[in-house]
C-alpha cells in the first residue's frame, strides 16, 4: 500500500507513493465531524447512498476502533490484516467509504494511513488501514508488540471529494472553511492532500494553501489555471 502524506513538510510528484489516492500520515489535533444528514427509509441491513454522509452512532465508532485494534493485534500474530466479513456489520459501516488510521504513542506519531477514495467498504478499510499504519509507514519501523497498549488509535472517515470552481487563487482562498476543510490540491503529475487536523498548524487558508502547493511538489507562490482543488469533509474520533 503507497501513502499519501497530509502533513505540511513533504512534496512529492504524482505516481510517487505520496501522490496516490492511498494511504498517508496525519497530525494530531482536533477533527471536525461529520453532520448527520437524514433518516434512511431502507429495510434494515441495507446499505444506501444516506450511509456514506451519515454521522456514525457511538456503537460504529467504538466497533471501528474495536476492528482497528484488532487487526494490529492480528498483524502482530499472523503477519497480515485482519479479515472481516462485512455481512454481520451495521449498514453504515458496510458502505464503501475511505478512511484514514492514524496511530501515536505518548502523544506522537506513530503511523497513518489511508485512502482519499472509497476502495471497500468502511469496515474493511479499516481494518487494512490500522495494519498498514502499524506496519507499513515508510516513515517508522514496524509496530512492536510490547508498544501496542501504548499506541491511541484515530480514525477519520472521508466524505467523497468535490470539485471546486474558481477562477483565480483569491477565489479559492475564500472558499475555504478552515478547520473543516480537506483538500486535494493537483495539477499535471503533481498531487497533494491536506486532512482538515491541518489546520491546527496552518491556521490561515493563505499558509494552509502555501504549503498544500509545496506538499503537492509546487512553489508556494506558484498559480496557474491548470490547478485543481477537490474539498472533502472527515467524521474524526479516538479511543
Not at 9 to 25: L, N, Q, R, T, V
Not at 158 to 166: E, M
Not at 174 to 188: K, R, V
Request: net charge negative.
Amino acid at each position: 500500500m503507497s501513502s499519501v502524506d497530509p502533513r505540511p513538510d513533504s512534496a512529492a510528484p504524482a505516481g510517487s507513493p505520496d501522490a496516490s489516492g492511498s494511504a498517508g500520515a496525519a497530525e494530531g489535533g482536533p477533527h471536525p465531524s461529520a453532520r448527520a444528514q437524514g433518516a434512511s427509509n431502507a429495510p434494515d441491513g441495507a446499505s444506501t447512498a444516506d450511509d456514506h454522509h451519515r454521522a456514525l452512532s457511538a456503537v460504529q465508532r467504538a466497533r471501528l476502533l474495536a476492528i482497528a485494534r484488532d487487526s494490529i493485534a492480528h498483524g502482530l500474530a499472523r503477519g497480515a490484516p485482519l479479515a472481516i466479513d462485512p455481512e454481520p456489520e451495521a449498514p453504515a459501516l458496510r458502505a464503501r467509504r475511505a478512511s484514514f488510521v492514524t496511530l501515536e504513542r505518548d502523544g506522537q506519531l506513530r503511523g497513518c494511513i489511508g485512502h482519499l477514495e472509497a476502495v471497500t467498504d468502511l469496515a474493511c478499510d479499516v481494518a487494512e488501514n490500522a495494519y498498514a499504519a502499524a506496519f507499513c509507514d515508510p516513515r517508522f519501523p514496524p509496530l512492536s508488540a510490547e508498544e501496542l497498549q501504548r499506541v491511541r488509535i484515530a480514525i477519520s472517515v472521508l466524505t467523497p471529494p468535490q470539485p471546486l470552481a474558481f477562477a483565480s487563487e483569491a477565489e479559492l482562498l475564500a472558499m475555504l472553511e478552515p478547520g473543516i476543510d480537506g483538500l486535494i490540491l493537483s495539477e499535471g503529475q503533481r498531487r497533494g492532500t491536506f486532512l482538515p487536523s491541518v489546520w491546527s498548524q496552518l491556521p490561515s487558508p493563505e499558509a494552509f494553501l502555501r504549503h498544500l502547493k509545496q506538499k503537492a511538489g509546487l512553489a508556494p507562490t506558484h498559480w496557474s489555471e491548470r490547478i485543481q482543488v477537490a474539498r472533502y469533509r472527515t467524521e474524526s474520533f479516538s479511543e
